[in-house]
């Protein structure tokens, strides 16, 4: 069994360090279990919330940036590119200008193969993404740019799409090129091999719904969890080996 984990939400709190003794079990867990990681943040906040240890000896490979850059133990194994037109720039500008009720900077983040969108900014700090997470007005907008702007590239037919990403983000990417190639990547090497993924966005819009849906077509398990203390509890009720 494979077991693939998106990260926040899932392993660690949004943008925070994993838990301590947490780190210990999962530590314990991936030294008898193949265990990957799939996640829209760039490697460098990877390595920031799971530290080094973790990612490079423990876990065999992170999908980065949605999958569009690959890792095991520490080197980059592939990665896609997206050149992004000037008016999908400039329309996330203007409904910046336009439907930001603050304005922390760092809106539109380029990474590799895909961009990440938030209408708060990505300088908040912790105490200001959880505000924004917690307000009900501050998510309906999040909710009406994201179909907006799908609706809007559906209709130009620019081949991009969009989800929700985590507390404060929308997700933009090339279509197909979303999470779901972690799974493509991993069937074309173990193709036998069933797949356990955990994520908290599974739902339809979310940024882990198209993996989840790829690992059920193809007989594998999805649990969608609400936090690190979930997952762990799934990980400690499953009847697999794990060595200290």
Aim: overall charge neutral.
């Amino acid at each position: 069994m494979i077991h693939l984990f998106d990260v926040d939400g899932t392993l660690t709190d949004a943008r925070q360090k994993i838990n301590p003794d947490f780190e210990h079990f999962l530590k314990g867990f991936c030294n008898s279990n193949l265990v990957y990681l799939v996640t829209g943040s760039d490697i460098e906040k990877v390595y920031e919330q799971l530290g080094t240890e973790l990612v490079d000896k423990k876990i065999l490979g992170v999908f980065a940036n949605m999958g569009n850059v690959f890792y095991a133990q520490g080197k980059l194994i592939s990665k896609n590119h997206f050149v992004v037109q000037e008016t999908v720039i400039e329309e996330l500008e203007k409904i910046v200008d336009t439907y930001s009720l603050l304005k922390t900077g760092n809106h539109i983040e380029y990474r590799t193969g895909m961009i990440n969108f938030s209408l708060i900014g990505r300088n908040a700090t912790q105490e200001q993404r959880q505000q924004y997470a917690n307000d009900p007005e501050a998510q309906r907008i999040r909710n009406n740019v994201c179909k907006y702007l799908k609706d809007l590239f559906d209709g130009q037919n620019l081949g991009i799409e969009v989800c929700l990403g985590g507390q404060i983000s929308l997700d933009i990417q090339p279509k197909g090129r979303d999470k779901r190639q972690a799974v493509s990547w991993l069937r074309d090497r173990m193709p036998s091999t069933k797949i356990t993924f955990y994520g908290d966005r599974t739902e339809e819009g979310g940024n882990d719904h198209a993996v989840a849906v790829e690992v059920l077509k193809h007989g594998g398990i999805v649990h969608q969890v609400t936090g690190w203390q979930h997952t762990q509890e799934l990980l400690k009720k499953l009847n697999v080996k794990w060595v200290k």
